[in-house]
């Protein structure tokens, strides 16, 4: 199945106000974070790992087996 994933910028940009680096290092690598140039490209990169991670089975919309 193929998706979209969008990420709500304005959303990032609180996110980066609030909690600074400590919110990117839960998602992007040391390098990654020297990547980032605005709140856009952390939204790039959030989506592009979510839908990676869904690609894979792993993303955080993934139900239990088990349900």
């Given at each position: 199945?193929i998706?979209?994933?969008i990420?709500?910028?304005?959303?990032?940009?609180k996110m980066i106000d609030k909690?600074g680096?400590?919110?990117l290092k839960?998602?992007?690598?040391?390098?990654?974070?020297?990547?980032?140039?605005s709140p856009s490209?952390t939204?790039g990169?959030?989506?592009a790992?979510?839908?990676?991670s869904?690609?894979?089975?792993?993303?955080?919309g993934?139900?239990?087996?088990?349900?």
């Amino acid at each position: 199945m193929i998706g979209i994933d969008i990420t709500v910028i304005s959303r990032i940009e609180k996110m980066i106000d609030k909690f600074g680096n400590k919110a990117l290092k839960k998602f992007l690598s040391n390098k990654e974070i020297l990547l980032v140039k605005s709140p856009s490209s952390t939204a790039g990169f959030w989506a592009a790992k979510e839908a990676a991670s869904k690609a894979i089975g792993t993303g955080i919309g993934k139900r239990s087996e088990e349900h």
